[in-house]
């Protein structure tokens, strides 16, 4: 699941880079020469926050994975240990039941 997310969020970090780099580009075509610059700073802050935003989203992302790693190495831990004997415990009293049952 998180892969996919992933993915989706790298296409759109992808097109949201080409889409702010066309508009930039059109938008200093429009306004040639020193004046471009300020003339384009609306549209250079959107592809700012365009990105930003994609990026933080990717961050999260990148937190998330990395708690769901910890968690499945904690969990693995547990199992390995104590988990195991448990399980065993429970399955003897099942079988202790059936031998009980036939005599």
Do not use: F, I, K
């Not at 580009?25 to 040639?32: K, Q």
């Not at 471009?36 to 994609?54: F, I, Q």
């Amino acid at each position: 699941r998180q892969q996919g997310m992933a993915v989706g969020l790298r296409r759109q970090l992808l097109r949201s880079a080409e889409q702010n780099h066309l508009d930039a580009a059109l938008c200093y075509e429009n306004h040639p020469g020193p004046g471009g610059v300020p003339a384009c700073a609306a549209v250079l802050a959107e592809a700012r926050r365009t990105l930003c935003g994609a990026l933080n989203n990717l961050g999260g992302l990148c937190m998330q994975v990395e708690e769901a790693r910890l968690a499945a190495e904690a969990e693995a831990e547990v199992a390995g240990g104590g988990g195991g004997e448990g399980s065993g415990g429970e399955g003897d009293g099942g079988s202790g039941e059936g031998e009980g049952g036939g005599g």
